[in-house]
């Protein structure tokens, strides 16, 4: 199995993981938040419904992204990624707008005050889901993924929410009557946390989409190993763009302007070769061999 496999296998356990645990905290919240009269943890649950939505996404997307190139795709799929994360923050944005809206509705309705166990409930789900947040940013960032990135913020998201609604219940149950609502301005900070959060979310994708230059290090590493190869005076300009968990490698080479044009077609392919054979996650090297000027 090759390390792309791999990661890939890595990716869909991840998601899948992180699809299960969405669920079960999504009903635990549902009959919390009914039960024990609290806004605030309904709010939540709705932003984790979203979530359950969006991992099944998250699933399809990946399993897209990571089919191999054909005739009308040379570059492979991997640009589904960001477009399934842009997805995401759809759904996102469109749960902050329902909870925003319930809450100013509740905000000026009297209505009961939540119960004192919402808070255990909270309290536990605050801990998990800042786990699965650190766990999946780690796994996101050994992939090389935007798309398991997303999903991470997904879980932080949701903590901080949790967190907001934490605090709102505590107010109410320590103020006593007529402070109601504090759960209810609770979740109403959450939907506005997870707005900040979509802006976090689909910078990276927007970035991936718009083949901005973000990859330094691995633009450092492609110009110290491309010239370990036999025959290249000098790496002129490297460009790279990512699609999914695939990096595409733009370079031009400068090669003693006296070879023949078999000579500086094989260096180009050596090159590409060994470029390749040292980093798994290169795809597609274009090289455009230049003749070297020692008086640059």
Known sequence: ????????????????????????????????GYFGHSYALIADAIESTSDVLTSL???????????????????????????????????????????????WTNIRTPHQAPEAFTLYVLGGIILYKEFLYQWMV???????????????????????????????IVCALLMGPGYEMADDWAALFAAALIVYNCYQIMRPALSEMMDEHTHDDLADRIRIDGMKVEGVRKIEKCFIRKAGMKYHVDLHVQVDPDLTVSKGHQIAHEVKDFLRLGNSSIGHVLIHIEPFDSEE
């Open 1 to 32: 199995m090759t390390s792309l496999e791999s990661t890939h296998k890595l990716l869909l356990r991840t998601t899948l993981l992180s699809l299960l645990g969405n669920v079960v905290l999504t009903i635990v919240k549902w009959i919390a």
């Open 57 to 103: 996404m998250v699933l399809l997307g990946l399993q897209y992204a990571n089919r191999p190139p054909d005739r009308n795709h040379p570059y492979g799929h991997g640009k589904a990624e960001p477009l399934v994360t842009f997805l995401v923050v759809l759904f996102l944005l469109a749960s902050a707008v329902v909870i925003a809206y319930n809450s």
């Open 138 to 168: 780690r796994r996101s960032k050994q992939a090389h993924s935007s798309l398991l990135k997303a999903e991470a913020w997904h879980h932080r998201a949701d903590a901080l929410t949790s967190v907001a609604a934490f605090i709102g």
